[in-house]
């Protein structure tokens, strides 16, 4: 772990630590990736960038890793009333809120993470960050270009499986 890593940690940690981040390593997300891997690619990616711009680095970090936390298979039609687009990231900020104090940024940066394709308009610079970083980020996932199961194992990160 480098020194970037342990910042990430460190910031994370206590969210790092909780059953309901740890669970979406059971939900795949981008063909062979998990949701967790996905979140912390997300997350880590959005914090690095946004200390380099001066900017709010914490609630970028925080944002990114609860950004799909929407916690069920996105497969399974039964799990979600509508379509994914504009569901998961409401369910992401409901579960957030049930995690963690979110600050009203970090809200904003869950609800509006899958801007323009759906949910709320991003307010903050690092609301666009997350936004960008998340669409960077799935790009190299779908063309198999960066697998961020290793980042998670050098974050020392385990899914937890709950479901069978
Ligand atoms: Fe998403
Ligand atoms: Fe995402």
Redesign the pocket.
């Given at each position: 772990m480098n020194r970037y890593m342990r910042e990430f940690v460190n910031t994370t940690g206590e969210l790092l630590d909780s059953d309901q981040v740890r669970m979406m390593g059971q939900w795949k997300h981008h063909g062979p990736i998990t949701t967790l891997d996905h979140s912390l690619f997300v997350a880590y990616l959005s914090f690095r960038a946004a200390k380099a711009l001066g900017m709010d680095e914490v609630a970028a970090a925080r944002g990114g890793l609860l950004?799909?936390l929407?916690l069920y298979d996105s497969k399974d039609k039964s799990a979600h009333p509508g379509w994914q687009c504009f569901d998961?990231?409401r369910a992401?900020a409901r579960n957030a809120e049930g995690l963690t104090k979110l600050s009203a940024k970090e809200r904003n940066i869950i609800l509006s993470?899958?801007w323009p394709l759906g949910g709320a308009l991003p307010r903050s610079r690092e609301a666009w960050l997350v936004d960008l970083v998340?669409t960077f980020c799935a790009g190299l996932e779908v063309f198999r270009i960066y697998h961020p199961a290793k980042l998670r194992r050098r974050l020392g990160v385990c899914p937890l499986v709950t479901v069978h």
């Open positions: 950004h799909d929407y998961h990231p992401a993470h899958m998340d």
